[in-house]
């Protein structure tokens, strides 16, 4: 491959590698530089809505992903205080063709599109840390730092899909605008039965102590347990508390074992721009939520999606290089108008204090428990993340259902998501 590509994108995270398929798919030239030795296993992303399965088929993606992890239909609300437990159950949906959610890790996403991308020439080059850039008039050149030595590699576009502490946008001087929650998650991966104290494969646990999200992993037992803690108990003795944590959420059992775990900063930002000359921001380098509701990847592949598509026509010359502010102005919109107010809702919710508002909590949780349309709902919610695909003949013009499912979703957003 020669040294200068269309397309540089620094991070083999899922949606570095998702987007560098998608653009192979689209003709582009594209190299990805990731700092690791190899794609990142850390316990996060675990749980697929409708609007990235979509993504995952047309990728070509989908079957084997099916065959990595499993497919659920159900959702758990619990409050353990009140003794009480909802479970909504997604019913097939007439126009839509996936109306559930797979669960597996977004290692396996990562890794399954990488096999795809190499697969079109796409080059994947591990141990190359990216720290610094040059900008031309016609290409951007990039270092990285590889072992001892330091390499330089060009391109006509940098993509920065570095995670939530990116370098690039760092180095663009893109101020990362928003929050940061006070509070510390604690992700862990534990192999233990939940579903024997009465779990579903994807739970919210509220209270404003121990809450948590807990999901079945794969089909070998192993299961994510998330909670919160202050974020001003120090982070180094996380892990001497887990034990502690799990008598709660465990009723008391011993028979688990942890398998892994990581504390995590929670945000609320998102780039002031994410489109500045020669370089784009994706996924979580462009805009990272708190984790409730798993809105986080899943608004973060469409962003990817989105900019392989625009930035693919840009290349290829049937679109101006103005498309990518249009990109910046929509994904950021999706960002602060969908997935922040959806994100920070679940968060209240799953660690309310007040009494009153607790109880009105659980009315809502009942009355979606009996609404027969809430898993479609539920399912349906997370299509607000691919908003406007920005291009006609874009291959993505079609991906929302919604339009077509004759449900009225309007007013039941905030109830939950
Ligand atoms: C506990 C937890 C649970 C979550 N659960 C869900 C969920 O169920 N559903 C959901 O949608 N989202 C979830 N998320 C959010 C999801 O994990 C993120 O949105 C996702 O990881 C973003 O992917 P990414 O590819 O943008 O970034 P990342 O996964 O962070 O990947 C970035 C990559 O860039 C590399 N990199 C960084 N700096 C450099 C550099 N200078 N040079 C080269 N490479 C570099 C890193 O090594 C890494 O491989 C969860 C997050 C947490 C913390």
Redesign the pocket.
Known sequence: MSNKTDVLI????????LTALALAQTGASVRV????DD??NS???????PS?LVILEELGLLEELLEIGFTNRTFGTHIPEFGYHSVVVSEPIDGVDYDYQLHAG?DDV?RVAMKHARALGVEVLFG????GFEEYDDHIAVM?RTGGSEQLYQADWLIG????????RKLAGIEFEGHTWPER?V?TNVKFDFSKLGYCQANFVCDPVNMA?I?QLDRDGLW?C?YMEDSSLPEDSYVERIHQRYEYFMAGSKDYQIVSA?P?T?HQRAGETLHKGRILL?????H??N?CG????????WT?IILADVLGAVIRGEEDATILDRYSDERRRIFWDIVTPAATENKRMLQEQDMDQRLKDMAAIKALNDDPDSGAMLMLFAFKVIGDVLREGSRWADADPTPRVALDLAGRKGQIH
Do not use: C, W
């Not at 530089?33 to 690791?36: G, P, R």
């Not at 190359?128 to 720290?131: F, I, P, S």
């Not at 899909?161 to 690039?168: F, H, I, L």
């Open positions: 620094v991070g083999a995270g899922p949606v570095g590698m530089l990731e700092k690791e794609i990142i316990p996060r992303a675990a749980v697929y809505f990235t977004q990562a190359h840390e990216v720290h990285t899909a570095d995670g939530a502490r990116s370098t690039v998650f992700a999200v999901a994510r998330t990581n995590y929670l994706a996924g979580d380098a462009a990272a939520t984790p798993g809105l986080g990847l899943t608004s973060g592949v990817g």
